[in-house]
C-alpha cells in the first residue's frame, strides 16, 4: 500500500493531508506560508511531510507522489508557477524543486482547479464527469472538469470564472478589468453592495449594524435576509440573480451534470443554493438546466488536498 501527499498552499498557511489510494485523509496539519524568505516554502514542506509521516509511523518509501495546489497563474504541463503575486513567486519551478527534494513523482495545479478535483472525487460531485466548480470566497475561483479530467486550457487560465465579464462598465476588478463576476458575489463584493445600500438608505437595519461594528460583512447581509430585512434580501436577490446569469453562460459551454458552489460565502447554505438554482433556471438553456443539478460542496478546507492526492493518482494512470 502506498500513499500520497497533498498540499493546498496559501498566502498564510499550506495545507498538508497524508491521504491513502481511496482519497481517505490519514493525518493532516498546516505549516505557515513564510512569504518573508520563499525561496524556505518547499523546503518546508518537504522537512514537514518528512517529520509528519514519522510520527504516525508510515516509511517515506511509502510516499507514492505529491499533489500540489498553488494560488496565481499556474503552468501545470511544465510544473511552474508563472506568478503567485501574494505568495511572492515568480518563474518558479516548483514541481522540479519538490521532486529533487522528495525523490518522488510532484503534480502541480491552481488551488481551485484541485479544489474542484477534491470536491468532485470524495465531496458532492460523487465521481461526475462533467462539472463547474466555484469558490465564493474573498475572491472568486472556478474549476472545470470534462471528461473526468480538469480543464488548464492553453497557459492555465481556464475556468477562471471569477474574471467572467458580467457588468463591463462595472467596479474595478483586481485583474485591472472591469465589472468581473467577483466584484460583485465575492464576500468583497457582497460587502461592497451593502455598504452602497446603507450609504443610500441611513435607516436601514444595514446601516444600522455598519454603524454599530463600523463595517459590514456577507454575513451580516445573509443574517439580516434570513430575518426578512428588505435591504439584504435585496442584495442576496442580486447576488444569486448575477450568479445564475454566469453559470448559465459558463453552463452552455460545458453542459455540466454538476455545478458545485464552496468557499466562505456558500456557509449561508441552502437558501443561497435555492437562490442560484432559480436564477440558472431562469437563464439557462432548458436542454442544458435539465440534466444539471447545483451543490453545495461539502469538503470545506479538505476540498484542496484531497485534490492533490488525486491529481497524483490521474497523472499515474
Ligand atoms: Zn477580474
Not at 505529491?66 to 505568495?87: Q, R, T, W, Y
Not at 482547479?113 to 475572491?139: F, R, S
Not at 483586481?174 to 463584493?189: D, P, Q, Y
Request: aromatic fraction near 4%; include cysteine; charged fraction near 15%.
Amino acid at each position: 500500500m502506498t500513499y500520497v501527499a497533498g498540499v493546498d498552499i496559501g498566502g498564510t498557511s499550506v495545507k498538508i493531508g497524508i491521504i491513502n489510494r481511496e482519497g481517505d485523509i490519514l493525518h493532516k496539519w498546516s505549516i505557515p506560508t513564510n512569504t518573508d524568505q520563499v525561496e524556505t516554502i518547499i523546503p518546508d514542506v518537504w522537512a514537514s511531510i518528512q517529520t509528519n509521516m514519522q510520527m504516525i509511523n508510515l516509511p517515506i518509501a511509502k510516499l507514492a507522489g505529491i499533489g500540489v495546489g498553488a494560488p496565481g497563474f499556474i503552468d501545470s504541463k511544465n510544473g511552474l508557477v508563472h506568478e503567485a503575486v501574494n505568495i511572492g513567486w515568480k518563474n518558479y519551478n516548483l514541481t522540479d524543486h519538490l521532486s529533487q527534494l522528495s525523490g518522488v513523482p510532484v503534480f502541480l495545479e491552481n488551488d481551485a482547479n484541485i479544489a474542484a478535483l477534491g470536491e468532485n472525487w470524495k465531496g458532492a460531485g460523487n465521481g461526475a464527469l462533467n462539472v463547474i466548480a466555484i469558490t465564493l470566497g474573498t475572491g472568486v475561483g472556478g474549476g472545470i472538469i470534462s471528461n473526468g479530467m480538469i480543464i488548464s486550457g492553453q497557459n492555465g487560465t481556464a475556468g477562471e470564472i471569477g474574471h467572467m465579464t458580467v457588468n463591463p462598465s462595472g467596479y474595478l476588478c483586481n485583474c485591472g478589468r472591469k465589472g468581473c463576476l467577483e466584484t460583485i458575489v465575492s464576500a468583497t463584493g457582497i460587502a461592497r453592495q451593502a455598504d452602497a445600500y446603507q450609504m443610500a438608505h441611513p435607516e436601514s437595519l444595514l446601516a444600522q449594524r455598519n454603524r454599530e461594528n463600523g463595517v459590514l460583512t456577507a454575513k451580516d447581509v445573509f443574517d439580516l435576509a434570513q430575518i426578512n430585512d428588505e435591504g439584504a434580501q435585496s442584495i442576496v436577490d442580486h447576488t444569486v440573480d448575477v450568479l445564475g446569469f454566469a453559470l448559465a453562460n459558463a453552463a452552455i459551454l460545458l453542459n455540466p451534470e454538476k455545478i458545485l458552489i464552496g468557499g466562505g460565502v456558500s456557509k449561508a447554505g441552502q437558501p443561497l443554493i435555492e437562490g442560484i438554482k432559480s436564477a440558472f433556471q431562469t437563464y439557462a438553456l432548458p436542454h442544458v438546466s435539465d440534466v444539471c443539478t447545483i451543490h453545495l460542496a461539502q469538503l470545506g478546507n479538505d476540498a484542496g488536498i484531497i485534490g492533490g492526492a488525486f491529481l497524483v493518482q490521474e497523472n499515474e494512470a
